[in-house]
């Protein structure tokens, strides 16, 4: 089982920035994919920001040239620094990492940060 810790959500204005950040239990590197979702009230959840095996982050392009991911190997976290923040991204956050076949396999979640932008 994974566990995924996330910190740094919270209330700003629009056009503000926060940094998210998730820390997991486990070495990032058993992680063919790491990364940042979001769940807006009674939408579904959408892929935000995402970090592939080959290590070229891939955006929505909803959020193309204001958010940037980021893995920092030596502490196990992955961080989301968004800028420029719209009302509309008000949501909860959450980290997901779909885990190697060589380490069990298996996509987990982080319990979710609430992110809240006023307009």
């Known amino acids: 089982q994974v566990q995924f810790v996330e910190s740094g959500g919270g209330l700003v204005q629009a056009g503000g920035s926060l940094r998210l950040s998730c820390t997991a239990f486990?070495?990032?590197?058993?992680?063919?994919?790491i990364g940042w979702y979001r769940q807006a009230p009674g939408k579904q959840r959408d892929m935000i920001a995402i970090?592939?095996?080959?290590?070229?982050?891939i955006y929505a392009d909803s959020v193309k040239g204001r958010f940037t991911v980021s893995v920092d190997v030596a502490y196990n976290t992955v961080n989301l620094q968004m800028n420029s923040l719209k009302p509309e991204e008000t949501a909860i956050y959450y980290c997901?990492?779909?885990?190697?076949?060589?380490w069990g396999g298996g996509a987990y979640w982080g319990q979710g940060i609430n992110v809240t932008v006023s307009s």
């Open positions: 997901n990492g779909v885990r190697s076949i060589s």
């Open positions: 486990e070495s990032t590197v058993r992680f063919n994919q």
């Open positions: 970090i592939p095996a080959d290590g070229n982050a």
